[in-house]
């Protein structure tokens, strides 16, 4: 039995809409974990301005990603929701694991390479240690389990260094105190389902991605109807049509994209939908795909919509998931401030 209580943290950044591959990569994975666990899902706003964002525009963002959060079926009564930068603790332990994480460590990170493109030099220091915010984020809470889609694999991997180091730097400490062999867990992974990474419906090479420059690439949670339809008949595919096994769609990677895409929203599996589908044309596909993206998705537009007219509703949900947060950060950080000697 491990010392530590199943908790989980999960976060998105407030940086536009959420997507199709925040929704099947990491939400239906974080709605599931409620009846199963103490969960907490933050808005990650400290994370947002790691690269310029208008603050009208923030300020705005992080009411709808709230919004979009609760419509997709989070219940802030089960879950702690919240925004990162109102639980202060969040930053204060990203301080003390900049010093305990090594340079070596984050220059391994493929994800500030992506981000930060050809110009390194101009790219902010806080994109550069945005890892060890997450680390910070999910270890403020000791949480044990985080839900993420496939792209987040390597900073929860960092995560579990920080973690490792954290308890070894500071064992004797951490004994004498009674906290036992280590303070921190290492936190698990939970990287599953049909699609733990959703690709571009331009490029199945490339992820979904709110930065995309074609909106043709992805699904909002804000399309309409008509918007969904139209994206997934224009989504780029090759010219065979789908085939009857798994092992025919691997070298297909926009035919493997869809599939995986449909088992996600209809709940089933890549077998399940070869089985009913495989052998067929894409066209028809694309039908059945479109009327489940609809009626998955279309309800969950109308809730937000619904809630972002109640902006004291919104309020509440973030001013009462910080004071509950809070409580559980607070005693946290004062242990680690005891276990490193500053108290
Ligand atoms: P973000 O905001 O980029 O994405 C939020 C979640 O959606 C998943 N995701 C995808 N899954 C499948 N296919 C895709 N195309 C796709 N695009 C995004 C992401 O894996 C993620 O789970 N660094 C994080 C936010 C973060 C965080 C944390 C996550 C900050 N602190 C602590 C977990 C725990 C990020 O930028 O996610």
Redesign the pocket.
Known sequence: MSQFSPRV?????P?GN??????????LNWIKMQSTHETLY?V?DL?AITVWQEPKELRKAIRDVTAAYIACGLDPKRSIIFN?SRVHEHAELAWVFNCVARLGWLNRMT?FKEKAGKDKEKASVGLYV??N???A??LIYR?TA???????KQ??EL?RDIAQKFNIDFADEIREQGFGDAYFPLTEPI?TGP??????LRDGTK????SDPSDLS?INLTDSADDIARKIRKAKTDADGLPSEVKGLEARPEAENLVGIYAALAGSSVDGVLREFGGGQFSSFKNALADVAVAKLSPITEEMNRLLADSAYIENVLADGAARAGAIAAPIMHDVKKIVGLI
């Open positions: 943290l999960s976060g998105m950044q940086t959420l997507h199709l591959g925040n929704y099947l990569g990491a939400m933050c990650v994370h990162q994800q945005y890892p915010l997450m680390a984020d999910i949480a985080v839900p993420v889609g496939e792209d987040q900073h929860l995560t990287i699609a733990t990474r959703v690709m571009s992820k979904m991605s709110k992805r």
